[in-house]
C-alpha cells in the first residue's frame, strides 16, 4: 500500500516537471522569436508567478473536477511561470554580437536560435529544472491535500485526521527521500549532459 502511495505522487510529480520544462522552454522560445508578445504577456506572467497558487487550487477543482489532472496541473501551476520569465530573462541576456554574427552570414531567427541561443542557454535550463523538479513535487503534494484519494499527501492528510501521527511522520520521511532522489537525477543528467558538450568541442 505505501509503494502504490509513493509511484503515485512520483508519476504524478514526473509528468508535472515533463510538462512544466517543455511548456517552459516553449513559451520562453516563443517570446524571445515575437518581442511584440513578450511585451503583451510579460506582465501577466509577472502577476501569475507572484499569485500564491493555492488560490488558484479551488479553480482547478471547479473547472477539472477532483481528480489527477487537477494534480498534477497544481503541480505545474507552481512551477510553470518562474520558469518560463527565468528562461526568457536568459535567452534575452545572450551575447548579441554572436547573434549578429549570424545574421552577419545570412542566417535567420531561427538559426541564431539553435547555433547561439539554446546552447548558450543550457547551464540556465539545467539550473531551472533543478528548481522545478522541487517545486513540481510542492504543488503535486498540495494537490493531493485537497482532491486526491492516494498518495503521499493523501497520507498525510489522512494521517492527520485519525492522529495517527506515525503515519504522518513516515510519509514527510519518504517525501524528502523522493525529493532528494529527484533532485539527484537531475544532477545526473546534467553531469551526462555537461560531458557530451564537452566532448564535442
Known amino acids: 500500500s505505501l509503494f502504490t502511495h509513493i509511484g503515485i505522487t512520483l508519476m504524478e510529480t514526473l509528468v508535472s516537471f515533463v510538462f512544466t520544462v517543455f511548456l517552459g522552454i ?61 528562461l526568457y530573462s536568459e535567452f534575452s541576456e545572450v551575447d548579441p554580437d554572436k547573434i549578429m554574427l549570424i545574421y552577419t552570414l545570412h542566417g535567420n531567427r531561427l538559426h541564431a536560435l539553435s547555433k547561439v541561443v539554446i546552447p548558450s542557454c543550457i547551464p540556465a535550463i539545467i539550473s531551472t529544472m533543478k528548481v522545478n523538479i522541487g517545486l513540481s ?46 533532485y539527484q537525477s537531475v544532477v545526473i543528467t546534467e553531469r551526462v549532459i555537461t560531458r557530451k558538450m564537452s566532448h564535442r568541442n
Open 26 to 86: 516553449g513559451t520562453a522560445v516563443l517570446l524571445w522569436c515575437c518581442p511584440k508578445l513578450s511585451r503583451i504577456l510579460e506582465p501577466y506572467l509577472v502577476v501569475l508567478n507572484s499569485l500564491p497558487k493555492s488560490a488558484l487550487a479551488p479553480l482547478l477543482i471547479v473547472w477539472l473536477g477532483a481528480n489527477r489532472t487537477t494534480i498534477i496541473i497544481a503541480g505545474m501551476s507552481v512551477a510553470i511561470f518562474g520558469s518560463i520569465l527565468n
Open 137 to 182: 513535487l510542492v504543488g503535486v503534494i498540495a494537490g493531493e491535500f485537497l482532491v486526491s484519494k492516494a498518495g503521499l499527501g493523501y497520507l498525510i492528510v489522512y494521517g492527520g485526521q485519525v492522529f495517527k501521527l506515525d503515519l504522518v511522520m513516515t510519509s514527510v520521511v519518504i517525501l524528502a527521500v523522493v525529493a532528494a532522489l529527484l
